[in-house]
C-alpha cells in the first residue's frame, strides 16, 4: 500500500533540494511527523537535551561551514529556549532555518491554554528573525520553505522561522512530495557601489601600512581578501570571521589569541601591529562593530569599507 505524503514530507522535499543533509533537533508531539519524515528521507539528525544547545549547533555548522544551518524544536517554549542562539546568530550575521511546530489551528489565537501556546507565536519568532511565517494549510509548504532559505541567504545573511500547526504538519499534501515543489529562489548578488570601491581604492592607495578587518559577510570572498591582503601586503584578522584568517593566506596577523566575537576589534588595538594601523579595510559586518571603537581609539587611522 502506498503511503500518502504529508505536509512534512513535503517540507523535506524541500530541505533536500536546498542541499541539507543535516538538522539539528528536539523533536516533539507537535513535530514528530516531520521528524518522522526526516528519517525516511535519510537526512542525518543530530539531537539533544535542550533546545538552545540544537539552535546554538545549527549557527557554529552555518558559522563554519557556510552552509545554511537548520534546526527543530517544539512550539512555545521550546521555541523560546532555542531564541538565545536565534538572536546569537541574528547579530552574527550566520543564515539559519528554524523548524518549530504549533498549536492546532483551530486553537490559534483563542487563549485556551493548548499544550505548549505562546499567545501571537508568530509575532515573537518575527521579533527574533529577518522573516518569518506560519504554514497555514499543506499547499503553502514548499513555497514558505523555499523563501525561508532565500531571506535567510539574500542580502545580510540572518536567521529565518517557519511554524507549522500540529494538524497541519501531518495533514495529507496536495500532490506527491516531489510534484509542484517550489525550486530554490536563487540569491541575487548586491550591487556594487562603484563611488565606495573608488574612494576605498583611493585610501589605500595613499595609506603606508593596511591592516584588513573581515567579518562574517566577507566569508565567501576569501580569495579575493587573500589576493587584496597580498597586493597590499596587510594582514588579515577577523571579527566575527571564523575561518577566515587561515584562507586568507599569504600575509596573515598572528594574534596571541583568536578574536572573540564580541570586543575583539579592541583586543586587536593592544597588539603592536594593529595599533600602527594607518588604515583598516573592513568587510562584512564587522564595520558596525568597529564603529564604536574607533570613535574611542585617539588618535585611531582611518577605516575604509568594502
Given at each position: 500500500?502506498?503511503r500518502?505524503?504529508?505536509?512534512?514530507?513535503?517540507?523535506?522535499?524541500?530541505?533536500?533540494?536546498?542541499?541539507?543533509?543535516?538538522?539539528?533537533?528536539?523533536?516533539g508531539?507537535?513535530?514528530?511527523?516531520?521528524?518522522?519524515?526526516?528519517?525516511?528521507?535519510?537526512?542525518?539528525?543530530?539531537?539533544?537535551?535542550?533546545?538552545q544547545?540544537v539552535?546554538y549547533?545549527?549557527?557554529g555548522?552555518?558559522?563554519?561551514?557556510?552552509?545554511?544551518g537548520v534546526?527543530?524544536?517544539?512550539?512555545g517554549?521550546?521555541?523560546?529556549?532555542?531564541?538565545?542562539?536565534?538572536?546569537?546568530?541574528y547579530?552574527?550575521?550566520?543564515?539559519?532555518v528554524?523548524?518549530?511546530?504549533?498549536?492546532?489551528?483551530?486553537?490559534?489565537?483563542?487563549?485556551?491554554?493548548?499544550?505548549h501556546?505562546?499567545?501571537?507565536?508568530?509575532?515573537?519568532?518575527?521579533?527574533?528573525?529577518?522573516?518569518?511565517?506560519?504554514?497555514?494549510?499543506?499547499?503553502?509548504?514548499?513555497?514558505?520553505?523555499?523563501?525561508?532559505?532565500?531571506?535567510?541567504?539574500?542580502?545580510?545573511?540572518?536567521?529565518?522561522?517557519?511554524?507549522?500547526?500540529?494538524?497541519?504538519?501531518?495533514?495529507?499534501?496536495?500532490?506527491?512530495?516531489?510534484?509542484?515543489?517550489?525550486?530554490?529562489?536563487?540569491?541575487?548578488?548586491?550591487e556594487?557601489?562603484?563611488?565606495?570601491?573608488?574612494?576605498?581604492?583611493?585610501?589605500?592607495?595613499?595609506a603606508?601600512?593596511?591592516?584588513?578587518?573581515?567579518g562574517?559577510?566577507?566569508?565567501?570572498?576569501?580569495?579575493?581578501?587573500?589576493?587584496?591582503?597580498r597586493?597590499?601586503?596587510?594582514?588579515?584578522?577577523?571579527?566575527?570571521?571564523?575561518?577566515h584568517?587561515?584562507?586568507?593566506?599569504?600575509?596573515?596577523?598572528?594574534l596571541?589569541?583568536?578574536?572573540?566575537?564580541?570586543?575583539?576589534?579592541?583586543?586587536?588595538?593592544?597588539h603592536r601591529?594593529?595599533?600602527?594601523?594607518?588604515?583598516?579595510?573592513?568587510?562584512?559586518?564587522?564595520r558596525?562593530?568597529?564603529?564604536?571603537?574607533?570613535?574611542?581609539r585617539?588618535?585611531?587611522?582611518?577605516?575604509?569599507r568594502?
Open positions: 500500500m502506498t500518502t505524503a504529508t505536509t512534512a514530507d513535503v517540507i523535506v522535499r524541500s530541505l533536500i533540494d536546498h542541499g541539507v543533509d543535516t538538522v539539528f533537533g528536539l523533536p508531539v507537535q513535530t514528530y511527523p516531520l521528524f518522522d519524515a526526516m528519517s525516511r528521507s535519510g537526512i542525518r539528525i543530530i539531537g539533544a537535551r535542550h533546545e544547545t539552535a549547533m545549527a549557527f555548522y552555518a558559522q563554519a561551514t557556510g552552509r545554511t534546526y527543530s524544536v517544539v512550539p517554549p521550546g521555541f523560546l529556549n532555542s531564541s538565545a542562539a536565534l538572536i546569537s546568530a547579530g552574527a550575521s550566520a543564515p539559519v528554524c523548524l518549530t511546530g504549533e498549536i492546532p489551528s483551530k486553537f490559534i489565537g483563542r487563549g485556551l491554554g493548548h499544550l501556546e505562546l499567545p501571537d507565536q508568530l509575532a515573537t519568532i518575527r521579533s527574533l528573525t529577518k522573516w518569518a511565517a506560519t504554514v497555514e494549510h499543506p499547499g503553502q509548504a514548499s513555497e514558505l520553505t523555499a523563501q525561508a532559505f532565500y531571506h535567510a541567504r539574500q542580502g545580510r545573511p540572518r536567521p529565518t522561522a517557519i511554524a507549522v500547526p500540529w494538524d497541519v504538519l501531518a495533514a495529507p499534501a496536495p500532490a506527491p512530495a516531489g510534484a509542484g515543489a517550489v525550486r530554490p529562489i536563487p540569491v541575487r548578488t548586491p556594487l557601489d562603484h563611488a565606495a570601491v573608488a574612494r576605498a581604492a583611493r585610501l589605500l592607495a595613499g603606508s601600512n593596511p591592516m584588513i578587518m573581515v562574517g559577510g566577507a566569508r565567501d570572498a576569501a580569495a579575493q581578501v587573500r589576493e587584496l591582503s597586493r597590499l601586503q596587510a594582514p588579515v584578522v577577523s571579527f566575527r570571521g571564523a575561518g584568517r587561515r584562507r586568507c593566506r599569504p600575509v596573515r596577523l598572528h596571541r589569541r583568536r578574536l572573540p566575537a564580541l570586543g575583539g576589534h579592541r583586543r586587536a588595538a593592544r601591529d594593529p595599533a600602527r594601523a594607518c588604515l583598516v579595510p573592513l568587510a562584512g559586518p564587522a558596525r562593530a568597529a564603529d564604536g571603537a574607533h570613535r574611542h585617539p588618535g585611531a587611522g582611518g577605516q575604509a568594502a
